[in-house]
């Protein structure tokens, strides 16, 4: 391995080193995890616009016949749960 110096802001510095400790992992080796994710996004053309393009073109794409959706979704979302459980 090659070891480098890395500047890190504060929030950054926190959010990893509580990462490492919930994973009980070190600084070192989550650092080296989000690079090596980074890189495969970006061969892959993963990036956040992309992303984002992709969910937009989701939306709306299928409708469900109802127009109450946006008053009472968590209705049919618990609804599409109890469905689930009886299947199991």
Request: charged share 35%.
């Given at each position: 391995m090659v070891r480098r110096q890395v500047q890190f802001t504060e929030?950054?510095?926190?959010?990893v080193q509580t990462?490492?400790?919930?994973?009980s992992s070190s600084?070192?080796?989550?650092?080296?995890?989000a690079v090596d994710a980074y890189i495969q996004d970006v061969?892959?053309?993963?990036?956040?616009?992309r992303t984002t393009d992709r969910i937009d073109a989701f939306a709306?794409?299928?409708r469900s016949g109802r127009h109450d959706i946006s008053r009472r979704h968590d209705d049919y979302?618990?609804?599409?749960?109890l469905?689930?459980?009886?299947?199991?």
């Open positions: 929030q950054e510095l926190a959010a990462l490492a400790r919930e994973r600084f070192a080796a989550i650092v080296r995890e061969l892959r053309g993963d990036t956040a616009a709306g794409k299928y979302f618990a609804d599409s749960i469905e689930g459980l009886d299947a199991e």
